[in-house]
């Protein structure tokens, strides 16, 4: 049973809880109504709204009711997909293709018709050369062909695994036009602050500092859809002034976590608002506490496992994150219904052991009780990762490691990590996008140029893992393809290039006025055609 | 002794040196108090104050003891105050004699410099170069001096140039003594107190700069501080609105008692001075 809920993707047991105080309120929506105008938070202003470029959920959120992807995530749909642009997608037997049946009769926001050109310019121009994600999926994807003007063939100079391109189906092939990107430079169209698209929504207009507005696209391919007459995102930055404003009823969903996870106890008590934890499933973020391996003493595997052994998972999942996430066991989340297993190595809390391992190790305590010293460097983006940097060096200091915490600014602590090498430890939230090859193999193989974010940049190497990622990746037996990535996260765990902590998603607030939300799996970055507000 | 009798006349100055030693007695016993680091997790996260004895002032979201945290904050915060102070007067002090007694073209440039660092927000000023050079004790203390040294320069500056027209100025000048030892020996001493008479403005000033950079988290990761556990508390603060509170407090008394003990400094020293 509990592996069951796990595999819906509830995380941890209080999730329980919360899902099942908010299951009367989804289970009540029933008959859509149209119109009206659906006000959110919004955290953070991205200045290129371009999802086919910047494949990020704080991009998506925004774009992706204006610019549509081949297929969308879903709960209950065959691999886990339903379509949106593309109708059927099928993979060759030989992995070198794999054919797109579009959707018909859908038209741009600017009246022109969509055709299988525009999936084929998005893929070669965009999505390999230049998208943060696409540039290693589509790495051997050398051309499209167009048959027909609804139908785009991928081919691939080295085999594929079709598992792979259709586990990236939903985040990295939004579909931008042809005729608007086709002159001039990609990276400076203005489309990329004003996206022309295919969705549900057109975009209206952009208030730096105040909101965005998405406006009804009447010519929507959906037939009834979509209800909502408009959509504002309200800039709201200050974390603590969305929970006021949902109150207020200045906004009537705040998704991302926006409300603090400390004010939902409180606020789920508030008549009027709902608590939703279902709709982030595709979208798990993971707690790793990344090494530097140039760091002699890190080098040393009982150095690492006992920084592991230091590390008690559950104070971090019940304190910080206040049982909104799970304990990890490896580099694959729980809630991944296609490749996780529990079969890995696992680090009980247990200090005793962990300072066993590093007097093994030669690392003896001085007359002052300590080790030796670190730098950690805590990611900034979150909350939650601060605080675990601040809880690490409590853990650490127990084992008689001195651990300096050195704070920076988003842009500084990428630079210091992944260009300079400048740490010994840092707390980063990866995430895991549905498939090991798209970006969670990148954190721990080697021959990484320096300056690529969220990848190996510790220094680590082992040909061992490095031939079994080269391996998976051509492998087009999705059974045998899985197997190899149980393979690879037992390897992970019991090597700890990186320590995998936890791993969580995020939490929406919402009136209760606002229907069909969370149907699927990324949910808040899906197109919502189909929610719509209750008067 | 009259002096002191005079300075504990009025009941603010009473009231700020009371408060002022008992943030000294705060800051030195600290250590003594709660000997372990003090962002060492110490009981259940989210403690209520006033429930569990041993821990009087609830705990943060971590579960760290908010009690141990404010007295070892009173330290943080005494010791930059007092060190951008002392670093700003000796700074100012220094730059306002030399421009004063040296006069002419060293004057003019080194007031200049001393303009162009007044049209800067001190604050500003902080801001940039903490980020720039990146957070640590050392590092804030001289970005807060770096913006307060300008007020003593001129003040010093002033009080030189009086001096300077003085006998016992051109009694040294005659018996032949070097500038610089008339200018530092003879002038700077002399011109001395009402320039301290700026210092505790300055170091009040200080401790609400340290308190504004660490709630934007560029203060001391590794040291607790007080706008540092403001700026958690405000996450939670509709659930545990105490975290921001009481280290609120202790700043604004912490402040006031700086700013009230000072005046009643420089009251009694004025009134010395005339009555002389």
Excluded at chain 1, 350 to 368: H, I, Q, S
Excluded at chain 1, 393 to 413: F, K, T
Excluded at chain 1, 453 to 471: C, E, H, M, T, V
Aim: with cysteine; net charge neutral.
């Amino acid at each position: 049973m509990s592996e069951l809920i796990s595999r819906r993707g509830l995380l941890a047991g209080s999730a329980l809880l919360l899902a099942s105080t908010a299951l009367p309120a989804i289970g009540r929506a029933q008959t859509p109504k149209k119109g009206g105008r659906l006000i959110v938070a919004a955290d953070s202003e991205p200045r290129n709204l371009n999802p086919a470029i910047v494949a990020s959920n704080g991009v998506f959120f925004i774009s992706s009711k204006v610019v549509e992807t081949l297929a969308e995530a879903s709960f209950d749909g065959k691999d886990g997909l339903q379509p949106r642009l593309a109708l059927s997608w099928e993979g060759a037997a030989d992995g070198l293709s794999v054919t797109f049946k579009l959707r018909d009769g859908v038209k741009w926001h600017d009246g022109k018709p969509f055709s299988s050109a525009d999936v084929a310019f998005s893929a070669l121009q965009i999505w390999k050369p230049l998208q943060n994600l696409g540039r290693t999926v589509f790495k051997d994807l050398v051309a499209v062909d167009t048959p027909d003007e609804l139908t785009a063939v991928f081919k691939f100079a080295k085999p594929t695994p079709f598992q792979l391109i259709r586990n990236a189906l939903p985040a990295l092939t939004s579909v931008v036009p042809k005729h608007v990107y086709e002159n001039g430079k990609i990276e400076e169209n203005p489309a990329n602050n004003a996206p022309v698209g295919t969705g549900p929504f057109k975009f209206a207009e952009y208030k730096a500092g105040q909101y965005y507005r998405l406006a009804r696209n009447d010519d929507y391919w959906g037939k009834e859809e979509p209800y909502l007459d408009e959509i504002i995102y309200q800039v709201l930055p200050d974390r603590t002034s969305a929970a006021a404003a949902l109150e207020a009823e200045e906004i009537q969903l705040a998704a991302f976590s926006a409300v603090p996870l400390a004010d939902l106890d409180r606020i789920s008590k508030v008549p009027g608002l709902k608590v939703v934890t279902k709709g982030y499933e595709g979208l798990t973020y993971q707690l790793v506490v990344e090494i530097n391996h140039r760091r002699k003493e890190l080098a040393d595997l009982k150095v690492r496992q006992a920084i592991a052994h230091a590390i008690d998972k559950d104070f971090v999942v019940k304190t910080i994150f206040l049982g909104y996430a799970a304990t990890a066991t490896g580099p694959v989340p729980k809630n991944d219904p296609q490749f996780y297993t529990a079969e890995v190595p696992t680090y009980a809390f247990d200090v005793a052991k962990a300072n066993a391992l590093l007097d093994e190790a030669g690392y003896k305590r001085a007359d002052d009780g300590r080790r030796f010293a670190l730098k950690l460097l805590p990611a900034p983006y979150f909350n939650e990762t601060k605080q675990f940097g601040d809880y690490l060096r409590q853990a650490l200091a127990a084992i008689g490691i001195d651990a300096q915490i050195v704070n920076n600014d988003s842009a500084a602590h990428i630079k210091a990590v992944y260009t300079d090498h400048a740490f010994d430890l840092a707390v980063g939230p990866p995430v895991f996008r549905g498939d090991p090859a798209i970006s969670t193999t990148i954190l721990v193989q080697s021959g990484i140029p320096d300056g690529v974010p969220f990848s190996n940049q510790g220094g680590y190497k082992n040909a061992d893992l490095d031939a079994l990622i080269a391996k998976a990746s051509e492998t087009l037996d999705t059974a045998t393809r899985t197997g190899l990535y149980k393979e690879f996260q037992k390897k992970v765990a019991a090597d700890l290039p990186l320590i995998n902590v936890a791993e969580w998603s995020f939490i929406s607030v919402a009136r209760d006025t606002v229907g069909n939300i969370a149907n699927n799996p990324r949910w808040a970055v899906s197109n919502w055609a189909d929610t719509y507000l209750e008067s | 002794m009259r002096q002191l009798r005079r300075f504990f006349r009025t009941p603010e100055t009473v009231a700020g040196a009371a408060i002022l030693v008992l943030l000294v007695a705060m800051a030195l016993a600290a250590p003594l108090l709660f000997p372990r680091d003090p962002q060492a997790i110490a009981g259940p996260a989210l403690l209520p104050p006033f429930q569990d004895w041993s821990l009087p002032l609830g705990t943060d979201r971590l579960g760290r003891d908010v009690l141990a945290e404010l007295f070892h904050g009173a330290r943080t915060s005494l010791a930059v105050g007092l060190a951008a102070a002392a670093a700003a007067l000796l700074i100012g002090a220094a730059v306002g004699t030399l421009a004063g007694f040296a006069g002419g073209v060293i004057d003019e440039v080194l007031m200049r410099v001393t303009d162009a660092f007044q049209t800067v927000p001190s604050f500003l000023l902080a801001l940039a170069f903490v980020s720039i050079v990146g957070p640590s004790l050392g590092v804030v203390v001289a970005a807060i001096a770096l913006g307060a040294w300008t007020g003593p320069a001129r003040v010093a500056r002033a009080e030189v140039l009086s001096i300077c027209e003085r006998d016992y100025v051109a009694g040294a000048r005659v018996i032949g003594m070097h500038p610089l030892e008339i200018a530092f020996r003879e002038v700077l001493p002399n011109a001395l107190p009402p320039v301290l008479a700026l210092s505790s403005v300055i170091v009040a000033a200080a401790i609400l700069t340290e308190a504004a950079l660490s709630f934007l988290g560029l203060g001391d990761p590794n040291r607790v501080t007080w706008g540092d556990m403001i700026a958690e508390g405000r996450a939670v603060l509709r659930t545990a609105p105490y975290l921001s509170i009481f280290p609120g407090i202790a700043l604004v008394l912490t402040v006031l008692g700086v700013y009230l003990a000072g005046e009643g400094v420089v009251e009694s020293t004025a009134v010395r001075r005339s009555l002389s």
